[in-house]
Nanobody, 121 residues
């Protein structure tokens, strides 16, 4: 049974930082592209960033580029999203995702349950 378990969300002031973690189990972690999506209240879920199985290719949305960094630790079967210079518009539920494709934008095989990030003024 595949599980993606996110952690690290919370409340932070604008300009602050948070690091999200997603621990994967039940899949061959090193074979999957991992990514993050987010969904703000009343909005559709949107892509944030992803990283290929070997870390050789990283993609991120324009809205987070230069502020968010995705990385993965194969020894811990964990993917991270380091978020800096946070803005109130980054407030959303953040979801971990995995796919056997080269990018989560082409389809997601597994989703996590989500973790709330709230950025206050």
């Amino acid at each position: 049974q595949v599980q993606l378990v996110e952690s690290g969300g919370g409340l932070v002031q604008a300009g602050g930082s948070l690091r999200l973690s997603c621990a994967a189990s039940g899949l061959t972690f090193s074979s999957y592209t991992m990514g993050w999506f987010r969904q703000a209240p009343g909005k559709e879920r949107e892509f944030a960033a992803d990283i290929t199985w070997n870390g050789g290719s990283l993609n991120s949305a324009d809205s987070v580029k230069g502020r968010f960094t995705i990385s993965r630790d194969r020894a811990r079967n964990t993917v991270y999203l380091q978020m800096s210079s946070l803005k109130p518009e980054d407030t959303a539920v953040y979801y971990c995702a995995s796919t056997w494709r080269s990018t989560v934008l082409d389809g997601v095989n597994y989703w996590g349950q989500g973790t709330q990030v709230t950025v206050s003024l």
